[in-house]
């Protein structure tokens, strides 16, 4: 196995046992708002047309804890359950960026500035990418039901007890849906991962709009979860890395990556994908250029030091049972095809 290889295996594995414990929590809290929230409750809140349902999308998603892999299944179980393109996708970018726990994190090593900054920014774009998809995507009112149909079928169990119902959707139904492309999407990432030098950026941008463009092709396809960016990020700004391009990574790199693009671009078709992500480049370049204005004369008070993280054999242990959650729907499916 030649060099390159063995650093591809090695970015691939660290990357899926990073996102891992995220992913499967993401699962979790699908598989329990598929039994606990009625469809008639999306539908009121994040369904139809106009501005409120993409705010209620955007503000209900900012506190939660859900990276930019977890948020992908809650996401497409609200769209199943009667929420409008455009709230999943307010949802979708809104609630990866930033979280209860991220902001804390974030205040500590960040300062005020950030901590303020940060989940106002995350509002704002799920707002603005809710109401691209909208504009440019929208959907027939017969592939709506449709969608509901489907989520029926799917999520109404017999005789079966709500919690085998939500885990069963959660961690078998869901992963069925979204494996293959989040598979794809994972080797990609170790493939740019591998092929990037560690510090390389840190080291060697300056403090223009220039840098916020790297950080932008750094941040979009790379996954990083909204709390582990922040230490990334101070690190960068401790090397001399401008604010508003550690924001921009802060916002890029938690929202998106090869993986939920590549998810969002089978489920929600590609024209939400491309207002997905030229959303999330608008608004953190505005935001990245706000900030720096912002940043002036300020002392940020950053640190450079992690405040917590979780163990190695949490996140190894959990990524074993992501690729057996992942792979064993995919293997079943090509021999029920094959028979």
């Not at 491309?274 to 002392?299: K, M, P, R, W």
Request: with cysteine; glycine share 8%.
């Amino acid at each position: 196995m030649t060099d390159f290889a063995k650093t591809m295996v090695i970015d691939f594995w660290a990357t899926v046992a990073e996102m891992s414990p995220y992913l499967l929590f993401g699962f979790l809290v699908a598989g329990i708002l598929s039994v606990l929230i009625s469809q008639r409750v999306v539908e009121k809140h994040l369904g139809g047309k106009g501005i409120w349902p993409l705010v209620k999308a955007s503000l209900f998603g900012v506190p939660l804890p859900l990276c930019s892999c977890g948020v992908i299944p809650v996401s497409m179980s609200l769209h199943k359950h009667g929420a409008s393109k455009g709230s999943a996708v307010s949802f979708l970018l809104s609630t990866p960026q930033t979280g209860a726990d991220s902001i804390f994190v974030t205040l500590s090593l960040l300062g005020p500035l950030f901590a303020i900054f940060r989940p106002l920014a995350a509002f704002i774009t799920g707002i603005i990418g809710g109401t691209l998809v909208n504009m440019f995507d929208k959907e027939p009112d017969d592939k709506e039901q449709k969608s509901q149909e489907y989520t029926e079928q799917h999520y109404r169990g017999k005789q079966d007890k709500k919690i085998f119902r939500g885990l069963r959707y959660g961690f078998v139904t869901l992963p069925r849906d979204i494996g293959r492309a989040m598979l794809v999407g994972l080797i990609i990432a170790a493939v740019i991962s591998a092929l990037v030098p560690d510090g390389y950026f840190a080291e060697h941008l300056g403090t223009g709009i220039f840098a916020m463009v790297v950080m932008i092709f750094l941040g979009i396809p790379v996954y990083v979860c909204a709390t582990a960016s922040v230490p990334i990020a101070a690190a960068m700004i401790v090397k001399g890395l401008a604010p508003g391009a550690a924001l921009v990574f802060l916002m890029t790199g938690p929202a998106t990556n090869a993986a939920s693009f590549v998810t969002i671009w089978k489920t929600l078709g590609a024209k939400t994908a491309l207002a997905y992500i030229i959303s999330i480049i608008g608004c953190a370049l505005t935001a990245g250029l706000l900030l720096n204005q912002l940043a002036e004369g300020l002392d940020l008070n950053v640190t450079a030091k992690a405040s917590w993280m979780l163990p190695n054999f949490v996140k190894n242990a959990s990524a074993v049972a992501l690729i057996a959650i992942l792979i064993i729907p995919i293997i079943k499916k090509n021999k029920d095809s094959n028979n």
